[in-house]
T-cell receptor
Framework: GAVVSQHPSWVICKSGTSVKIECRSL??????MFWYRQFPKQSLMLMAT?????????EQGVEKDKFLINHASLTLSTLTVTSAHPEDSSFYIC????????????FGPGTRLTVT | AQSVAQPEDQVNVAEGNPLTVKCTYS??????LFWYVQYPNRGLQFLLK??????LVKGSYGFEAEFNKSQTSFHLKKPSALVSDSALYFC????????????FGKGTRLSVIA
C-alpha cells in the first residue's frame, strides 16, 4: 500500500516555543491530507482537513491560529503548533488520500509531542 | 453525520480462543467500513475494509469482519487469538468516497492472555 511518513517521530519542546511536524506522501500525490490528535487511551480526533493549495478546514473547537496547517505541495503537509503549552502534549497523526484510490486513507506513523 | 460505536473498552481472551471486537455504525448513506490496529506509540495499521460485495471480509493477520446491514454492525473476528494480537483496535466509517475523512470509534483494547 501507499506510504505516509511523519517527521519527527517524537519531539520534546519547552512551553512557549513552536514545533513543526511534517507529513509526506512518499509514493503518491495527496490532494487531501487530514490531521488527527490522539490523547492517551483515547480515539483519534480529527483536527483539520487540508487540500493542496488552499486553506485548511478546521474542526469545531480547534484553534486555527494555534495549529497552523500548510499543504503547499501534493506530497507535503505541515502542522505547526505555535506557542506550545503542556496541554498540547499529544500524539499527532496525519493521513493522506490518494485521489486514485477513492476509498483509501493512508496513515502516518504519528508524532509524539511532549511540551515541558 | 456518521458515527461509530465500540461498546467495549477492553476485551480479554485466552490465547487460542476465538476473539470478537464489536463495532456498530450510523451513516446516512452507504457505509464504507474499516478496521485498524494500533500498537503502543505507533501509528495505525490497516487490517481490512468493507466497501461492497461479500459481507464477510478477510484481512491481514488472520482477521475477518462481517458486515451486517440490518444490525448496522461490523464486528472484527479471529478464530484463534495470539498473544501478539494484543493491541488497540479501531473501527472507522465513511459514508461517501471522496475527501470526507474517516470517523473513528473510541477504540477497544484487546488483551490476549497466554
Amino acid at each position: 500500500g501507499a506510504v505516509v511518513s511523519q517527521h519527527p517521530s517524537w519531539v520534546i519542546c519547552k512551553s512557549g516555543t513552536s514545533v513543526k511536524i511534517e507529513c509526506r506522501s512518499l509514493d503518491f500525490q495527496a490532494t487531501t491530507m487530514f490531521w488527527y490528535r490522539q490523547f492517551p487511551k483515547q480515539s483519534l480526533m480529527l483536527m483539520a482537513t487540508s487540500n493542496e493549495g488552499s486553506k485548511a478546514t478546521y474542526e469545531q473547537g480547534v484553534e486555527k491560529d494555534k495549529f497552523l496547517i500548510n499543504h503547499a505541495s501534493l506530497t507535503l503537509s505541515t502542522l505547526t503548533v505555535t506557542s506550545a503549552h503542556p496541554e498540547d502534549s499529544s500524539f499527532y497523526i496525519c493521513s493522506a488520500r490518494d485521489p486514485l484510490a477513492v476509498y483509501e486513507q493512508y496513515f502516518g506513523p504519528g508524532t509524539r509531542l511532549t511540551v515541558t | 453525520a456518521q458515527s461509530v460505536a465500540q461498546p467495549e473498552d477492553q476485551v480479554n481472551v485466552a490465547e487460542g480462543n476465538p476473539l470478537t471486537v464489536k463495532c456498530t455504525y450510523s451513516v446516512s448513506g452507504n457505509p464504507y467500513l474499516f478496521w485498524y490496529v494500533q500498537y503502543p506509540n505507533r501509528g495505525l495499521q490497516f487490517l481490512l475494509k468493507y466497501i461492497t460485495g461479500d459481507n464477510l471480509v478477510k484481512g491481514s493477520y488472520g482477521f475477518e469482519a462481517e458486515f451486517n446491514k440490518s444490525q448496522t454492525s461490523f464486528h472484527l473476528k479471529k478464530p484463534s487469538a495470539l498473544v501478539s494480537d494484543s493491541a488497540l483496535y479501531f473501527c472507522a466509517v465513511r459514508d461517501i468516497p471522496g475527501n470526507t475523512p474517516l470517523v473513528f470509534g473510541k477504540g477497544t483494547r484487546l488483551s490476549v492472555i497466554a
